[in-house]
């Protein structure tokens, strides 16, 4: 019985380090979601840069230059309130996860995970081997094995 204790111990181990995981990738890929959004407006204003200037050198119709215009104006104008929206959603999204995250560590929420630099490279997994393997290594089977 012991030894099925131990396995019910390893396989909480194992669902908290996942769950754990899961609240930190959340945080760290809503924080980008704002920078993307401006990325996209910022690529809309070059295109219609270059609209411009192939209009002018003769190259595409002024209806290119136009459709960029227009394109662009449209996002613009959307652009105050889907900031509002996008940050209102991401900061409480970002402090549910970052609670989540506090709640997993035994710790207070801490708002600097989002400025850690790039999300950490993740480790080559070696096969999982044959279905019955995988099944000998899952601790709720071994637990049950034990009891």
């Known amino acids: ?3 099925a204790r131990e396995e019910a111990l390893r396989g909480m181990a194992v669902s908290l380090a996942a769950e754990v995981a899961l609240a930190y990738i959340d945080v760290r890929v809503l924080g980008a979601r704002l920078d993307v959004l401006e990325c996209n407006l910022g690529l809309l204003e070059e295109t ?3 609209a411009d200037e192939r209009v002018a050198a003769g190259v595409r119709p002024r209806l290119d230059l136009v459709q960029a215009e227009r ?5 613009q104008a ?3 309130a889907l900031r509002l929206a996008l940050r209102l959603a991401l900061r409480l999204a970002r402090e549910v996860a970052e609670n ?3 709640l997993l560590l035994g710790g207070l ?3 600097d995970l989002l400025d850690a630099g790039a999300l950490p490279a993740l480790p080559q997994v070696a096969g999982i081997g044959l279905p019955a393997e995988l099944l000998l290594r899952r601790p709720d089977v071994r637990a049950a094995e034990r009891r």
């Open 1 to 3: 019985m012991i030894g």
């Open 48 to 50: 219609r840069r270059l």
């Open 71 to 75: 394109l662009l104006s449209a996002t």
């Open 78 to 80: 959307l652009r105050p």
């Open 109 to 111: 929420p801490r708002d």
């Open 100 to 102: 989540r995250l506090a």
